[in-house]
């Protein structure tokens, strides 16, 4: 996910419509207008915790890389693994899986999902990183894969406990998707590419579907009782509180996978066999650290602390900065996410964020702040 845009919106998602119609408060996104919340982000972040949200995730480039004649799909592996450290060689059919592209430098051009079909790969990218990463793909990849830009599909977000349970009575067989994997279903005659995936912490799915179906798709979802149409701002608070990074706050291009916790998606056999961009310099802070590390950050008072707040120690020695920040609905309390001295990222002592000129006493916090939810078996 990227981080909203302030430049004038120029983009619709093909479900605006039917968001209008219900009333949504919209906002500019990353170049596009999307519904900010309906009936209020308080209420479409617990209905999505105890129920079922229904998010337009349109916005996000959909990306299909074919390989050329003559060109198989494992020589495209190859070379889409010179510009991710992520393993993509042993990536099954209609498995997903998260990775990042990086630059020479080690930092993050884009963290994105990949998925596997027999004869190309689907990437879903952040909307407000589709050029750059098209450049970067197009550099690594342009000599083996036609790239596909799927402007005619449409992808929406259903997620929460009772997902399932409506997916399921489309098709009893989708309740068989486990934890990022995916397969192709119909949904009252409406084909649809469905994985069971999120942004959310929770269990859910995501659904690709052609643009033109994607009203009715949605009309038919909110039909049932249990879903509740949610906005940015709900999908924002729930990844907060689900530790999920956001590209722009969490992620850019001068932090490093490592600096950001994500060393989990660089596997063993890449490390062993450092092909990708910024090796050198991942390498080297596994082996022996980094100067800033990402956790989670409690605010000890009512107060939320925003991004772009400094941290200090009780001694005025700035030690961090928040990179998201605000209320956590399900904790109940305000919560944040930011960059820290590694020396104090397991500290309980407290430090303090100056907000609108008052000091607000925080103490760093284990991530999530809501454990993940996700169907794994």
């Not at 209020?40 to 998010?55: K, Y």
């Not at 005619?152 to 406990?161: C, E, I, K, S």
């Amino acid at each position: 996910m990227s981080e909203p845009s302030e430049t004038r919106t120029s983009k619709r998602s093909p479900l605006h419509s039917l968001h209008r119609d219900r009333g949504a408060k919209f906002a500019p996104f990353a170049g596009f207008e999307l519904p900010l919340s309906f009936d209020g982000t308080l209420g479409e972040h617990l209905a999505t915790r105890s129920s079922a949200g229904l998010f337009d995730v349109s916005h996000m480039g959909i990306v299909d890389l074919v390989p050329k004649p003559g060109i198989s799909l494992p020589e495209v592996i190859d070379s889409l693994e010179l510009v991710t450290p992520a393993s993509i060689q042993d990536l099954e059919v209609d498995r997903l899986r998260y990775a990042l592209l990086t630059n020479n430098q080690g930092g993050v051009i884009d963290d994105l999902i990949v998925s596997r079909g027999n004869t190309q790969l689907r990437l879903v990218l952040n909307a407000s990183r589709v050029e750059n990463d098209l450049r970067c793909i197009e550099a690594a990849l342009g000599d083996y894969t036609e790239i596909h830009i799927r402007q005619d599909l449409a992808q929406v977000a259903l997620q929460g406990p009772e997902a399932v349970t409506v997916l399921s009575g489309f098709d009893p067989s989708i309740a068989d998707l486990t934890f990022m994997t995916s397969g192709q279903f119909s949904i009252d005659g409406i084909q649809c590419s469905i994985s069971r995936s999120g942004y959310t912490g929770e269990d859910g799915f995501e659904l690709i579907v052609p643009a033109d179906d994607a009203v009715k798709l949605a009309e038919m979802l909110l039909l049932d009782e249990t879903v509740s149409p949610c906005g940015l701002g709900a999908r924002d608070s729930l990844r907060l509180e689900a530790g999920l990074c956001l590209y722009g706050h969490e992620l850019d291009e001068t932090i490093t996978p490592v600096e950001a916790r994500l060393g989990w998606t660089i596997p063993r056999r890449r490390r062993d066999e450092p092909t990708f961009a910024g090796a050198e310099v991942i390498l080297a802070q596994f082996a022996g650290g980094t100067n800033r590390t990402r956790v989670g950050i409690s605010s000890l008072t009512k107060r939320p602390i925003r991004d772009g707040t400094k941290l200090r120690t009780d001694k005025d020695l700035e030690v961090g900065v928040v990179t998201s920040g605000g209320f956590g609905p399900t904790c109940d309390r305000p919560v944040a996410m930011g960059y820290v001295d590694p020396t104090i990222s397991d500290s309980k002592s407290t430090l303090l964020a100056e907000v609108r000129g008052k000091e607000v006493p925080c103490q760093i916090s284990a991530l999530p702040f809501v454990p993940h939810n996700y169907s794994r078996n």
